[in-house]
Nanobody, 119 residues
């Protein structure tokens, strides 16, 4: 069983930066594709960024491209989301998820971490 725990959220001002972490209790290593999602109040959960098993490829939502960077350290079983130039519209609960095979959906989800960006 794998548990995902997000951390690093908080209250910041527009233009600031935050780095979110997603630590896996079990061995994530290179077995899982890792994805960050977010959900703002009253809105559906949306894709933010994804990183492949080896970290060789990354994908981003257009709304965060050029501002956010996803990375992973398989030796530490941790995935990161570096968020720069934050905007009020980035305010949301951020979740990480792990998928062994994207075609089968996500196997594990974290509990989320709140990010609030004030204008």
């Amino acid at each position: 069983q794998v548990q995902l725990v997000e951390s690093g959220g908080g209250l910041v001002q527009a233009g600031d930066s935050l780095r979110l972490s997603c630590a896996a209790s079990g061995r994530i290593s290179s077995n899982y594709v890792m994805t960050w999602f977010r959900q703002a109040p009253g809105k559906e959960r949306e894709f933010v960024a994804r990183i492949t098993r080896s970290g060789g490829s990354t994908y981003y939502a257009d709304s965060v491209k050029g501002r956010f960077t996803i990375s992973r350290d398989n030796a530490k079983n941790t995935v990161y989301l570096q968020m720069n130039s934050l905007k009020p519209e980035d305010t949301a609960v951020y979740y990480c998820a792990a998928a062994k095979a994207m075609s089968s959906g996500y196997d594990y989800w974290g509990q989320g971490t709140q990010v609030t960006v004030s204008s």
